[in-house]
């Protein structure tokens, strides 16, 4: 292993303390707890309640949403241009790729369930019968494509 000099160490001392502030100084220490969070119906889709904790789809960087969906909600074929971990809170969810809402071809994922969707897999998602409460991660600025542009809830729920 190299050995680094009194210099080195001072210098990768100093950088290390600089990135930390950096980040402090860039980010601040808040926790959110469950009655902070602000849930709001999307006219796009009925029924659906979703609360931002960080972030947000349509912002460039990082995000964390959470979204409560009612019984046997279902998403079409649809496909995200970031990679999405989907964390399954409450209830239950149903997932399957490919490019016709099948669901005999989804995976049941109870609470506690995660999956990392890659970006620009095309997949379907449906609540399970008692609904379901998920967080989506991912990274902005994000957009969503349905296969099917019928299947799409912004141009659906008009």
């Keep these: 292993m190299p050995r680094v000099g009194v210099c080195g160490r001072v210098g990768l001392i100093a950088t290390v303390l600089a990135l930390l502030a950096s980040g402090a100084a860039a980010q601040e220490w808040k926790p959110l707890l469950p009655e902070d969070l602000r849930w709001i119906e999307l006219p796009s889709y009925p029924g659906v309640r979703f609360a931002v904790l960080a972030g947000g789809p349509a912002e460039p960087g990082p995000f964390t949403v959470r979204a409560k969906f009612p019984p046997n909600y279902r998403l079409g074929p649809h496909t995200h241009t970031d990679d999405r971990g989907l964390t399954i809170l409450e209830g239950s969810w149903m997932q399957g790729i490919g490019d016709r809402l099948d669901p005999a071809n989804a995976v049941p994922m109870p609470a506690g369930s995660f999956v990392l969707i890659p970006a620009n897999q095309v ?4 609540s399970g019968p ?4 998920v967080q989506v991660t991912g990274m902005g600025k994000s957009l969503t494509r349905y296969l099917d542009p019928a299947d799409d809830p912004k141009t659906r729920y008009k």
């Design 130 to 133: 008692e609904g379901a409460t």
């Design 123 to 126: 997949h379907f998602d449906i």
